[in-house]
């Protein structure tokens, strides 16, 4: 898995069909759909004004490469705790920390922004991360994390009735693993609730307006659906079926689609919480990692 935690529910090679590969062409095609509306919320937010910015759960790069080509002189750091994931972020222009999500390897109060994306909904409690990148924040700094709600995603029109099952037994798999796809409205309390102030909510959307039909295949492909087919949640039908009226979809020139994403923002107070881990020296010494003189 990678979502910058040792324990969650995302599994790289059994996210969606073609293990690895696939997962990474889903991860790229994802960031294309969107990063631009999240880009304008981040900018809003004032998160690219104050480096360094800490991007926990980088994965690939897909985001870090589209940060560093936006804003070429913000600082990213690009961290996630699957190593081999995160070779693939190599050349993205930050530097590259394997490292758990919830046990830093950098100074508190060493970044200035901390960028959170799909990643919170993989984790079974989030609060550890979050209480990390709090500590690693600056007085002042501030965190975003994107996220989804499944039952708040969007709209399709013409919309499939038949495929609601389809989709919970989805959510259901993830929930099952220890994760949350429904926790883009938690967002803000979970903030709140780790000492964030000026906690705000901003919704963005994407659709088929500006996009191809087919750039939202991440989302409505059946592709995602194959690992479920393998571990028996699902069955060829369903599977068939699904692939089915992604194609009609596809051909309806009249279709319509909108996906909505969420971006919590929060600020960390001034006078800064306690060192909740006791320091180490790092492999890698820089004027943010721990101990760095």
């Given amino acids: 898995m990678s979502a910058a935690a040792a324990a969650g529910s995302y599994d790289v090679a059994n996210t969606t069909w073609g293990g690895v590969d696939g997962e990474l062409a889903r991860l790229e095609a994802q960031a294309a759909l969107s990063f631009e509306e999240e880009l304008r919320i981040m900018r809003d937010l004032g998160l690219t004004r104050a480096g360094p910015l800490l991007e926990l759960g980088a994965g690939s790069g897909a985001v870090t490469r589209r940060l560093r080509a936006a804003e070429p002189g913000l600082d ?3 961290l996630d ?3 081999g994931l995160l070779r693939h972020a190599g050349g993205c222009g930050a530097p590259l920390v394997a490292a758990d999500g919830a046990r830093l390897p950098l100074r508190t109060g060493s970044v200035g922004g901390v960028l959170l994306r799909y990643v919170l909904q993989h984790l079974t409690d989030p609060a550890p991360m979050l209480a990390e990148a709090m ?5 002042g700094g501030t965190l975003v994390a994107v996220e989804v709600d ?4 969007g709209l399709a029109d013409p919309m499939y009735p038949e495929l609601a099952s389809v989709h919970a037994t989805m959510a259901q798999a993830q929930r099952g693993a220890g994760g949350d796809r429904q926790i883009g409205r938690k967002l803000t309390r979970l903030l709140r609730r780790e000492g964030f102030t000026d906690v705000v909510l901003r919704p963005f959307a994407a659709t088929n307006d500006t996009h191809p039909t087919a750039a939202f295949a ?5 592709e995602r659906l194959v690992p479920l087919v393998a571990s028996g949640a699902l069955s060829m039908g369903e599977l068939a079926l699904a692939a089915d009226r992604w194609r009609r979809f596809l051909a309806d020139p009249d279709a319509w689609v909108m996906l909505l994403g969420f971006a919590a923002a929060g600020t960390a107070p001034h006078g800064g919480p306690a060192p909740s881990v006791p320091e180490t020296v790092p492999e890698k010494p820089a004027r943010f990692w721990r101990n760095a003189q």
């Fill in 150 to 153: 499944s039952m708040l995603w």
């Fill in 81 to 83: 705790v699957d190593a």
């Fill in 76 to 78: 990213v750091i690009a």
């Fill in 218 to 222: 991440p989302h409505l492909g059946p």
């Fill in 135 to 139: 500590r690693v924040l600056r007085p």
